[in-house]
């Protein structure tokens, strides 16, 4: 039997685990609750993994295979179809769903389960990977953006999962809100895509896109455009990257799945799924380039201020995903994939082993008031050391190596790179070695400043998935070795089939070797640099924080370059200052209006109800006398 | 002698059935309102004879029958339901009905 | 009926018949009117004139059994109009219509059937429910005491 | 006239009529409710079993027309008393009345409901109407301690009787004009013009009104909350659906024989959808009580009926029969939850109407809830339901017909309409500050099983409709004469 027709399975099996847990849910035991949850997605990654390798081993024709469940209804030739389509991308993207996820939920099985909740957070989170697998799996954009939108309000819902602290309740909203501005673009890019090529269906979109639209045409720059709003908006980029570390406020586990892992990714995906259009709009990929650029500049300064364990990672994963973006932005498809799919493994792991430091520090998510964990939680340590090495790119044992100086080659050297957006990762890259390791100095070495009084290094279910993924940030980068030496290129070989090649500037290859050194001198000064500064001498860091410049540059990397209060002066206060000068807005008059009226015109009808028989009889002679009338007059 | 035209034989009925409709809408007391009704349904019934003997059919003459059979099962029924309500409420006055209605609104 | 037939009927003794009907009934409404004599004595609007005093409203509650006879009579009697329907058609319809009105008769049957068990039928006092409500009390008075 | 090949495709009527006079009988042997609950299941079964004969037979008669239109319609009924019969079983089973004469005169209300979806002639539509309303008048006032429901009967029978009077009077009408009485006849007449006399015209009005009360369309719908809410709830399951979906029916056959709809006769039905879709869902917007409530939905479902009935042609009726089909799952599953929640009292059974009594019903009864509220969801038209398909489907029949105010008005209107359905959902998800309890219903085996059907069938025709649609658009085909 031809494996690929299971394919409906991969989604179903969260989808069924979502169902159980939200119907019977309330009646199961907490172990079965657990086994039902992970058990779920532990199915559909074995499943995806006999799927990849059937697809690695006997790959259907072009390396596309569609399965069309049905079709949804048909009606004159309307026909949305519900299909799925696998092709190296979305293979790619359900393999690290998948299996991230699993272990994911097998660390929650332990890390949530002395809260209340329990069922509720395993059926969101299956609800979250079901609709994250239909995004990537989807053939049409109906259910594409069906997928899109389960996923935000999976987020929606798990940010705000401790849902009785207010602060929690206000970061989901505005996790919501923010991210809708960018739903509202995508949405109107759909419709545009839509409307041009009356069809749902991606792949026929994609087909006909470079026949219908020469480069640079008005309707694909509007088209790119608009999808890069939605893209931007989930993927935390600039200018709506404010809600990602407010969002850190649900538990780590949803941290490490949606606003780490899978679902900041997403706008990375959609802008891969669509990269025919956007080469047929150079203007708007430069676009993304810079913004991915600026992105991971200033998230990586941010993070260079920040407290909070959990705001460093976030503020990095934007910056991570800022490299993404300035992959896409150059060209280099596949190198932004596979820095999704490292970047995954190791953030994953990195926030997975920050909820066990905080779990041990009974809920202190403050660097500065932990310390010296090295020696209390060994397996932690030498984990978070790897997924940090990973994300600071430490040259050949790290998996992040592999994937960030792709992305910096080909910055610099592919047709669409220059030495700019190069000079821009180059600094990035620079940042991220700082701040990950004074992330590592302050937080495991120094003194300890609280004792430790659970020690989540029992828990086997939370330690397991810490082993794994550490594993997974060395060896994940041996399957793409640079061009400069080896060039064993299998993963972007296999991707592309579906991504093109990157294009490189003559005569470029020989200059890698440069680079990557440049790239081992800056990454090992920055670990002395923060040694240094954390562990050394740690007066030399505070004697400059105590500058009034180091104080000023401090708060404003702190409250991440003030976007939060640009937007609000920008867009709250004043419409704060509107309401408050008009309370009673003439456009609250419509709204508010239409409903006044709609309820005074129920009361109005309601009285028509009166229970009198022949008040009813006379409203038929009534309506009689009118259809006479009707007849007679018109 | 003249044969009398379709219009004016039909307004006969058509004033009966006014009356019937009159009937109902007047009359508080059920009982009342049931032989108005009766007064419709034989003011319909006559419609079908006056249509049976203008096209000389027999079927008009069979919908009376069948119209009178129907009229009289649901007298029958709805003096049940008369009977029962006068044991409920002692009165067979419609207005009082007054146990089914829209709510008055809150606030 | 043929044409003819209603065209030689002459209408107007019929008319002249209806008008003195009804010039004789207001006649005597109004002479009496004119002519008869007034009076208001206390028994005047009384039902009885004599003097007897009526006791009690004329409007009585009947039992419920007369009301479901007179039910009967009219639904049953309904339907005999359709018996007599089949009845002038007898030849046309065949054995057919006879299947028909065998059924007919059939459901009227198993509707009495079910009035007659229902106790609908039932006239007057039950004498063996009576006896049976009696025999039960004894039982219970000599239980209890 | 006797048509010995016709007899076949009646036998879901026969059945019917037999098995209520063998049911009679039966009561008269011997007074027992399972027996008699079960009997008629079976019967239902057998003329549901019969109706699978004439699965593509058609033949027309002077009285009835046999086609696709009519099996598929009969069919939808058969399944649909089917589930209000299961549900009377346990909503009858404490009570204290004599409760077997309510199973022979739901047979007698599905027979007069089958007959009248085939009728083809003036006589045999009015003896079906008559049959299912006077059945109606009683199953409505059935438990007959309660004030309720006997001043909801009362006040059915007063308007019904009066209505199929204005009925009989202008089919009498059209008689008069026309000679014919069988809608074939009338069809060929039709197409050589019958002519703007003005007592014709009084005719089509009257039978227009007539229709619209039995549909229960504004202005003739005032009777329609009242009834439902004092009605048992099986009962108010039967009015909302099969009384709404025979007569429904009969008015298509009516106006495609009477010919192209001319302009005037269209402008009033469109003028009836507008208002019973705008009205309809005005009056529920504040309402608390849920078989008000229903009602109310009730009118403006039927105002969306109506803009497929005015698009006319194939794609209309095809797509007014899946609307209806999903509208009768939802009614069927509301009311049969009503009647399953309700409680005996003393003099009959005590409804639970008052939304806030269902308050957190999810967090007691998790499976009744999540049906409910998917049921309110369907009803809204939210995606991935049988509401959500039906609409559209209805909707796109609006747009192929270019009747673009009915279409705007639907969509209007629908917005209106999720307001009071999300109302009920977050009423039965939110928790209540002190627990209701709910009664541990008997007999919930059966009861539980129909409840699994309709949700499973609610979800596959708004997942997977395309299996309906074809069944639709392979069976349902008129003939005319």
Known sequence: MDVFHLLWLVPAFPLAGFLILALFGLRLHSRAIAWIGTGSIGLSAILTLWIGVHFLTQPPANYQYSLTLWTWFDINGFAPGIALYLDPLSLVYIFVITFVSFFIHLYSTAFMRSNEGYVRFFAYMNLFVFSMLVLVLANNLLLLYLGWEGVGLCSFLLIGFWYRDEVNGYAARKAFIVTRIGDTAFIIGLFLLVKQFHTLNIQDILQQAPVVWSAGATAVVWVTILLLGGAVGKSAQLPLQTWLPDAMAGPTPVSALIHAATMVTAGVYLIARTHVLYSLAPAVQLLVAIIGLLTLLIAGFSALAQHDLKRILAY?????????????????????????????FFKALLFLAAGAVIMAMEEEHDIFKMGGLRKKMPVTFWTFLVGSGALAAIPLI????????????????????????????????????????????????????????????????????????????????????????????????????????????????????????????????????????????????????????????????????????????????????????????????????????????????????????????????????????????? | MISVPVSVQLLLPSVLFLIGLLGVLIRRNVIFMLMAMEIMLNAAGLVFIIGSSLWKQADGQVMVIFILAMAAAEVAVGLALILQVFQMHKTVDVDQLQELKDERERG | MSDSFVHDIHLWPLLLYSALVLLTAVGMLLLSHFLGQRHEEPATDETYESGIPVTGSARLLF??????????????????????????????????????????????????????????????????????????????KRKSS | ?????????????????????????????????????????????????????????????????????????????????????????????????????????????????TSMVISNHFVSFFLSLEILSVSLYTLIAYPKKMSASVEAGVKYLILAAVSSAVLVFGLGLIYVQTGQMSLAELGKLATGGIGANIWMIVGLGLVIAGLGFKLALVPFHLWTPDVYAGAPAPTSAFVATISKGSVFVFLWRLFSSVGTMSHAVQLIFVVIAIASMLIGNWLALLQQNLKRLLAYSSIANLGYLIVAFVASGETGLHAAMFFLVAYFICMLGAFGIISFLSEPAESGQQERLSLSSYTGLFWQKPGLAVLLALIMLSLAGIPLTAGFIGKFYVLLSGVYSTQWLLVIVLILSSVIGLFYYLRVVIQLFSRPETPVSYPASPYAVSTGLAFLVLFILLIWFGVAPGHLMDQISQMVHMIKG
């Open chain 4, 1 to 113: 006239m006797w048509h010995q090949h016709l007899l076949p495709a009646l036998f879901p009527q026969i059945i019917l009529a037999a098995a209520s006079v063998l049911c009679l009988l039966l009561i008269a042997w011997k007074r027992n409710h399972a027996v008699v609950h079960l009997f008629t299941l079976l019967s239902l079964i057998l003329a549901l079993a019969s109706l699978g004969k004439i699965y593509d037979a058609t033949a027309v008669d002077g009285l009835f027309v046999i086609d696709g239109l009519g099996v598929f319609v009969e069919g939808v009924i058969l399944i649909a008393v089917f589930f209000i019969t299961i549900f009377s079983y346990p909503y009858f089973f404490q009570s204290q009345i004599e409760k077997e004469e309510y199973y022979v005169l739901l047979l007698l209300a599905t027979l007069g409901a």
């Open chain 3, 63 to 140: 039992p419920i059994h007369f009301y479901i006879v007179a039910m009967f009579f009219v639904v049953f009697d309904l339907e005999a109009v359709f018996i007599v329907a089949w009845a002038i058609s007898l030849r046309q319809v065949g054995w057919a219509g006879y299947a028909g009105v065998l059924i007919f008769i059939f459901i009227l049957v198993a509707v009495l059937i079910y009035e007659w068990r229902q106790g609908a039928l039932d006239f007057g006092p039950n004498s063996k429910k009576i006896l049976k409500a009696y025999y039960r009390r004894i039982q219970q």
């Open chain 1, 316 to 344: 990095s994963t934007i910056s991570q995903i800022g490299y993404m973006f300035l992959a896409l932005g150059v060209g280099a498809w596949t190198a932004a994939i596979f820095h999704f799919m490292i970047h995954a």
């Open chain 1, 398 to 634: 790290t998996a992040g190596f592999y994937s960030k100086d792709l992305i910096l080659f080909d910055a610099f050297a592919s047709t669409q790179g220059s030495f700019w957006l190069w000079l821009g990762g180059f600094v990035g890259a620079f940042i991220t070695v700082l701040y990950t390791f004074r992330m590592v100095f302050v937080t495991f070495y120094g003194e300890q400043k609280k004792p430790i009084t659970h020690n989540p290094e029992e828990e086997k279910a939370m330690m397991i998935p810490l082993v794994v993924l550490a594993v997974l940030s060395v060896i994940g980068g041996w399957i793409e070795l640079p061009h400069a030496w080896a060039h064993f290129t299998p993963f972007s070989d296999f991707l592309t089939h579906v991504l093109p090649p990157t294009n490189l500037k003559p005569d470029m290859e020989s200059q890698e070797f440069m680079l990557q050194l440049l790239t081992a001198v800056i990454v090992f000064a920055g670990i002395y640099l923060s040694w240094l500064a954390y562990v050394k001498k740690p007066a030399l860091s505070a004697s400059w924080k105590n500058t009034s410049l180091g104080r000023a540059c401090h708060d404003f990397f702190y409250k991440g370059w003030m976007f939060d209060q640009l937007y609000d002066k920008l867009f709250v206060k004043p419409v704060v200052w509107i309401s408050r000068i008009d309370p009673h807005d003439f456009i609250d008059y419509i709204y508010e209006g239409f409903g006044r009226l709609n309820v005074l015109i129920h009361a109005g009808f309601s009285r028509t109800q009166s229970g009198y028989v022949r008040w009813y009889l006379l409203c038929i002679a009534i309506g009689i006398l009118f259809i006479f009338s009707l007849i007679l007059f018109v």
